[in-house]
């Protein structure tokens, strides 16, 4: 998970609609010139604009609040601003400490000289079975990852389950089976859990949370602080690919090409691009909120602006499809098997190489560059050459699909 807690010191606005990006293809040139510090680009419309609901009782995004208040709102499990206002009004107050006000997504504590990554993460997705995986391989993916975005090689995980009474014993069998699957391929040891049941209503059949421990054998401080002008960014394949597997299925929508998730575990991936020498100074996984969101982390914790290239961010046609039709931005969708790493521009052409090697990096390419910029602003060039900017999301677009 990430405790992040802001984005730039602006009003809460939201995107517009990007335009169709480019042709896949990995590249180095990026079309970013010497003017690439924000001009003053017009302010998007908010998110989280309600979605159709195409016949069914699910609808696309919730409601924003329209002020402050006194209870928890779906939006407050974002990932977004109100997530990031959450933490900083209860949580940061109550355990404020050195290690948790880095704010990355798993914790790098230093025991007798051995830098372990520590991690922990709840799993909430509906339905409970997706297309392309279901809460059980998607829970293990999900820590491995938070542990990976430190270079960690994970080592152990702990599972916890909240099971409703009257949940069918061959749901969970399939759910601890998939776990299990998904543990061994990535050679991680699922060592330790917990079970409780509730009363039937009291829970949506199963909540399974999950702590990862991993170790750091290597010196770099990977982290969301160290982006610096000149750093490019990476993406390591199609975006958006995750959430709405999950809104297809909750949609009942029936696709000439499926959408799966791309949930995976990128540890592996990020260990070999360890390997070349790189000097990766940041790397976050696009989970809740997506690409939009985790860019505007980086931007407020580096104190730097960002500018992407939208010709350069894959999107696959089904997926351009499905968020055409509920009225989404894809930069603000969930990935489950997606990695951001900022770099020096030196070294992009060594990290694009070693990602392309995996299944899972094989469409990386860089889609965008860091700049001076005191607002910290996330802009987006757009495919007809004007510039936006892309905040962080407010409320909930996207309710429980991780």
Not at 54 to 67: D, R
Not at 343 to 364: I, K, N, S, T, Y
């Amino acid at each position: 998970m990430s405790f992040d807690v802001g984005g730039p010191d602006t009003a809460p606005h939201t995107p517009q609609r990007s335009a169709r990006p480019g042709e896949p293809g990995a590249r180095l040139e990026t079309g970013f010139g010497p003017d690439t510090a924000p001009h003053t680009p017009q302010r998007s419309a908010r998110p989280g604009e309600p979605g159709a609901r195409l016949g069914t009782s699910f609808a696309a995004s919730c409601p924003l609040p329209l002020g402050g208040g006194d209870r928890i709102l779906l939006g407050h499990g974002s990932g977004g601003k109100m997530t990031a206002e959450l933490i900083a009004r209860c949580f940061l107050p109550a355990f404020r400490n050195e290690v948790l006000e880095k704010l990355d997504d798993q914790a790098v504590v230093e025991i007798n000289g051995v830098r372990l990554a520590f991690t922990t993460d709840a799993y909430v997705v509906t339905p409970l079975f997706f297309p392309g995986g279901d809460i059980g391989d998607l829970a293990v993916h999900g820590t491995v990852n938070d542990l990976a975005m430190s270079g960690a090689r994970p080592l152990f995980l702990a599972a916890s389950f909240i099971l409703e009474e009257g949940f069918a014993l061959a749901d969970l069998d399939r759910i601890v089976t998939s776990m299990r699957k998904a543990a061994e391929a990535a050679s991680i040891l699922i060592v330790t859990g917990d079970t409780k049941v509730v009363d039937r209503g009291k829970a949506d059949g199963c909540f399974i949370t999950t702590t990862g421990l991993g170790v750091i054998e290597h010196a770099r401080a990977i982290s969301a602080d160290r982006a610096r002008p000149g750093d490019v960014v990476i993406l390591s394949g199609p975006i958006a690919e995750h959430g709405m597997a999950i809104m297809a299925a909750r949609a009942d929508l029936e696709l000439e090409t499926p959408v799966a998730s791309d949930t995976a575990a990128l540890h592996r991936l990020v260990l070999d691009v360890l390997a070349t020498g790189a000097d990766v100074h940041c790397l976050r996984d696009p989970t809740r909120g997506g690409v939009a969101t985790a860019l505007n982390e980086l931007a407020h914790r580096s104190a730097v602006g960002i500018v992407l290239d939208e010709a350069a961010i894959p999107v696959s046609e089904p997926v351009r499809g499905v968020c055409e039709l509920l009225g989404l931005d894809p930069l603000y969708v969930a990935n489950e098997g997606k990695l951001l790493a900022v770099v020096p521009e030196a070294d992009a052409a060594r990290v694009l190489e070693a990602m392309q090697r995996h299944p899972e990096g094989r469409q990386a390419r860089v889609v965008g560059v860091v700049v001076q910029d005191d607002a910290r602003l996330v802009v987006l060039k757009t495919t007809v050459g004007g510039r936006r900017i892309v905040d962080m999301l407010q409320g909930e677009q996207l309710p429980r699909i991780c």
